[in-house]
């Protein structure tokens, strides 16, 4: 049994591939586009050995970028289609935490680029349990709800300064092919895009 795994709800965009019940990693692909994500995912995908095709895909939900989340949730509907593949999906700011176990378990503050000045934030407990759901901050909030000393994310940095040197910065973004150190209760069968935060675009007023 081999399980695709993908990421594109960052300015990174990335794909693993794995084999067995232990996810041994086969191969991976990781890039930082910026843009470009509908233009790179399905090359780098068929770049893998195979082609990349897997009985088991796992798409990451956000909360991130509205297009790159969007463009990772069709191409894993559309190859669970094609492959006749079961597919789940998992929080994007929970495989950022996971990173952080290494070299040994424990609590975490992921802090994630928000867009429009926000940053999302969510604290978790040591065994990667979310300890709040995810807010999308401005940064004075974010820091007043930051509950731990290690910060991790692509704003790690900068909300361990606004705690005024108190805390840990570990800059990360969320890889495919750290997929297997989640927990089965990060997957879910209903893939509906965490946002994080209520759309740009809005209806006009009646």
């Not at 956000?62 to 190859?79: D, K, V």
């Not at 840990?168 to 895009?193: G, K």
Request: aromatic residues 6%; hydrophobic residues 45%.
């Amino acid at each position: 049994m081999r399980t695709l795994v993908i990421e594109t709800t960052t300015e990174a965009c990335s794909v693993a591939l794995f084999e067995g019940e232990k996810h041994s990693l086969i191969a991976h692909r990781h890039e930082i586009l910026g843009r470009g994500h509908a233009e790179r995912l399905v090359p780098m995908i068929a770049e893998l050995p195979e082609k990349g095709r897997a009985d088991c895909i796992r798409v990451s939900l956000g909360p991130g970028s509205f297009t790159g989340l969007r463009i990772g949730l069709a191409a894993a509907r559309a190859l669970a289609i094609a492959w006749q593949a079961n597919v789940l999906g998992f929080p994007t700011l929970a495989l950022v935490a996971a990173r952080t176990w290494q070299p040994a378990m424990r609590p975490v503050t992921v802090c994630m680029n928000g867009g429009h000045g926000e940053w999302f934030i969510q604290n978790f407990d040591k065994s990667l349990r979310p300890e709040d759901g995810v807010r999308s901050l401005a940064p004075a909030q974010a820091r007043a709800e930051a509950k731990h000393s290690i910060i991790a994310g692509n704003r790690a940095t900068d909300l361990a300064e606004l705690l005024g040197g108190e805390a840990t910065a570990l800059n990360l973004l969320p890889e495919a092919r750290y997929f297997p150190l989640l927990n089965p209760f990060h997957l879910t069968e209903i893939l509906t895009p965490l946002y994080g935060r209520a759309p740009d675009a809005k209806l006009p007023q009646r």
